[in-house]
């Protein structure tokens, strides 16, 4: 099967604009997670999603916002960017069945804020 | 609520076994996972402990005791392309939770 992708993988932006991530998760997976990884940080929740409906949310302003298609493809938008947005953004994906618990991570989104 | 607990930096020699340690403080949870991040690539899951005991991959095992809020991950026959950082997490059993990772430990082998 092929992995989890995202798009794109390198993006710069200024202060001010908006930016929208995407994440095509493996095929058969239903949850997908953001996560935003910082240097010398571990990695900070963002979402989850499990067949289209969002089923937990980390602490992070409005600003940032998400959604899952009904493919399980999924989208998240942070608006308003700030300098600190400067992070990589990883992408997970997971069967989600009860009895294990085994993400499947994308290469990540690398975002710079000018 | 959930935390994990790791060491920031552990420094080990070609061909020696290291451990990671995890504590946690959690009411419940499914199980503890081990993740490796290698500089500027994506996390890969490593192993997974549903219960308490010891599960062997190659030269990667993981502990985990409930009882002791405890888990670790053993590397054996340390070779460098082990250097990277390595994150444990873990799924509370109350509500719909998030997956938690601790903060990471990075992993620095040396000759």
């Known amino acids: 099967k092929a992995g989890v992708t995202q798009t794109p993988r390198y993006l710069i932006k200024t202060r001010g604009q908006q930016v929208t991530l995407s994440c095509s998760p493996i095929?058969?997976?239903?949850?997908v997670s953001w996560y935003q990884q910082t240097p010398g940080q571990g990695l900070q929740f963002l979402f989850e999603?499990?067949?289209?409906?969002?089923?937990n949310k980390g602490n992070f302003p409005g600003r940032f916002s998400g959604r899952q298609f009904s493919n399980s493809r999924s989208e998240m938008n942070v608006s308003t960017l700030e300098l600190g947005d400067s992070a990589l953004y990883l992408c997970?994906?997971?069967?989600?069945?009860?009895?294990?618990?085994?993400?499947?991570f994308g290469p990540g989104t690398r975002l710079l804020v000018l | 609520g959930q935390s994990l607990e790791q060491p920031s930096e552990v420094t080990a020699v070609e061909g020696a076994i290291v451990q990671i340690n995890c504590t946690y403080q959690?009411?419940?949870?499914?199980?503890l996972s081990w993740y490796q991040q290698h500089d500027g690539g994506a996390p890969t899951f490593l192993s997974y402990n549903a219960l308490d005991g010891l599960e062997e991959t190659g030269r990667f095992s993981s502990f985990l005791s409930r009882s002791d809020s405890y888990g670790y991950l053993l590397l054996q026959e340390l070779q460098m392309k082990d250097s990277a950082s390595y994150f444990c997490a873990v799924r509370s059993l109350s509500g719909n939770t998030p997956l938690v990772f601790g903060k990471g430990t990075r992993l620095s082998v040396i000759a």
């Open positions: 095929s058969g997976h239903r949850s």
């Open positions: 999603y499990f067949s289209e409906t969002q089923r």
């Open positions: 997970a994906s997971s069967p989600r069945l009860p009895d294990q618990e085994t993400q499947y």
């Open positions: 959690t009411s419940g949870f499914y199980g």
